[in-house]
């Protein structure tokens, strides 16, 4: 048994609970963190000397850049936005979700005619690499950092650049999906030193995770 523990870095919320679910169909369980009423950060497997832990969303890359986490759990769309040194392993193919430009039915025409535009987005990198290099429109873009569906609604801006998983929060909203900007799903990622350092127990657990999916 090696004596250095691996330590994962999990997004608070749905991935991670998904992920957990993952880890115990390989025989790895941490029944700690699954308890809601625990304020606990850290969870030990001591049989496997595996260390998870649990940050916000979009600190994982950051975490796992820096080698806090030698492995974390992330969607597409926090590992495109934070645009972090880290190696991509693995898409563990849940989380399914699509980065969508989003708006009242008539801002299509705005989107066609190449106007100069508000874009409120939580996701401001991936909005602008979007317009600027893949549609060549320039656009304002907005940050904000949730329920983004209000902003057209309220006149803060004409679109949106946001996640769409079932549709509801848009046709509830009065909304449509205007264009597609890509597929997301969670994803592993490893500190690339680590992947060195450490490839034997990381390629091991990257392929039982793998052998799990398939
Ligand atoms: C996400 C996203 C949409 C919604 C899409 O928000 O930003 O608002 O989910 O899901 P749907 O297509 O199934 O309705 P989240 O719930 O993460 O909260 P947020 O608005 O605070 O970002």
């Known amino acids: ?11 608070k919320g749905r991935l991670a609970k998904k992920t957990m679910e993952l880890f115990e169909q390989i025989g790895i369980s941490c029944s700690e963190i699954r308890d809601p ?13 595996l260390r998870f832990f649990l940050s916000k969303v979009p600190d994982v890359p950051t975490y796992v850049e820096h080698g806090a986490a030698d492995i974390g759990v992330v969607g597409l769309d926090t590992i495109l936005e934070e645009d972090r040194n880290i190696f991509e392993v693995l898409d563990l ?3 399914k979700c699509k980065m969508c430009i989003c708006g009242p039915a008539e801002a299509k025409e705005l989107l066609h005619n190449k106007e100069l535009i508000r874009v409120a987005t939580k996701y401001p990198k991936i909005c602008k690499d979007y317009f600027y290099n893949t549609k060549y429109q320039t656009v304002e873009i907005i940050k904000l950092n949730g329920s983004i569906e209000l902003a ?4 803060l801006s004409d679109v949106i650049c946001d996640i769409v998983e079932t549709g509801t929060t848009l046709r509830e909203n009065g909304l449509t999906v205007l264009e ?14 680590s992947f060195r350092m450490e490839n034997d127990r990381i390629t091991a657990l990257i392929s039982s995770l793998n052998g799990c999916l398939n």
Do not use: Q, W
Request: contains cysteine; neutral net charge.
């Open 180 to 193: 597609e900007v890509c597929d997301l799903s969670a994803r592993v990622v490893v500190n690339p030193v």
């Open 152 to 155: 057209p609604i309220v006149g």
């Open 93 to 95: 193919g849940f989380g």
């Open 1 to 11: 048994m090696e004596d250095k523990y691996i330590t994962i870095a999990l997004g």
């Open 37 to 49: 009423k625990t304020r606990k950060l850290i969870f030990v497997n001591e049989e496997h000397k």
